[in-house]
């Protein structure tokens, strides 16, 4: 079977399906990830102040790269965090742009929204709010936006273009984006391809 075939047959339903299944069971540690998170997020860029910055139970350890490590929020600002799990980014947003700034926080996983909300209300992190929604179909308001990050997500989306326009449609005129995430470089063997569930590692 070719590859367009193969893309045919697993198509984005089923994608989009096995992705919400995983972070589902991530979520509600059905399955929990195997690394050392402060170790494998200060290898990955973050600072120890900003890793200190968050609340530890936001950070299960998702993270491909540090979103804000060029693109850092300042004091004010609106900060739009798609994907955000359980709100590790968005905290250390929250941090940067004080109790004047605003941080918006959006995954389609019910409990990892729900667990983002209790871990803010507890730390009394007043200015993140966080919704429940696709970044294919961001529910928030036109040029609202000074900075869109985004940690490990895009690469999960089966309509890549879509999110871009959405960062664009929310995004303030001159705003910013931070993104960190993975690309091929080279093609998967087809064990991978073939496999609905590698779809969302
Ligand atoms: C690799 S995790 C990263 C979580 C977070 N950014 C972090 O670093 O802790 C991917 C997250 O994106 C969410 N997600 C995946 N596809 C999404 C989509 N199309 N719309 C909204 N959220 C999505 C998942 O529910 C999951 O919480």
Redesign the pocket.
């Known amino acids: 079977m070719s590859r367009k075939d193969t893309t045919e047959k697993i198509n984005a339903d089923h994608i ?1 399906k096995s ?2 299944d995983f ?1 589902h069971d ?2 509600t540690e059905k399955q929990k990830t195997q690394v050392d998170t402060n170790e494998l997020n200060q290898s990955i860029g973050y600072s120890a102040e900003e890793i200190a910055s968050a609340p530890e139970e ?3 350890g ?2 491909c790269g540090n979103p804000q490590e060029k693109a850092k929020p300042q004091l004010g600002e609106t900060v739009v ?6 709100g ?2 968005a905290f250390i947003a929250a941090k940067a742009v004080g109790k004047e700034g605003y941080v918006v926080g ?4 019910l409990q ?1 929204i729900q667990r983002a909300r209790e871990i803010a209300q507890k730390r009394h992190f007043d200015q993140v709010d966080f919704r429940l ?4 179909h961001l529910p928030i308001a036109d040029n609202t936006a000074d900075l869109v990050i ?4 895009i690469n ?2 089966t309509a890549k273009q879509d999110v871009y326009d959405e960062i664009f449609r929310v995004l303030k005129p001159g705003g910013r984006i931070g993104i960190s995430d993975i690309t091929l470089y080279e093609d998967l063997p087809d064990s991978v391809y073939e496999n609905p569930k590698m779809y969302g590692t």
Request: charged share 20%; glycine share 12%; aromatic share 6%.
């Open positions: 989009k992705v919400a972070y991530i979520a936001s950070n299960m998702l993270g965090d798609l994907g955000c799990g359980k590790f980014d959006v995954d389609m996983t990892m929604g696709e970044i294919e985004s940690n490990c997500v999960l989306s």
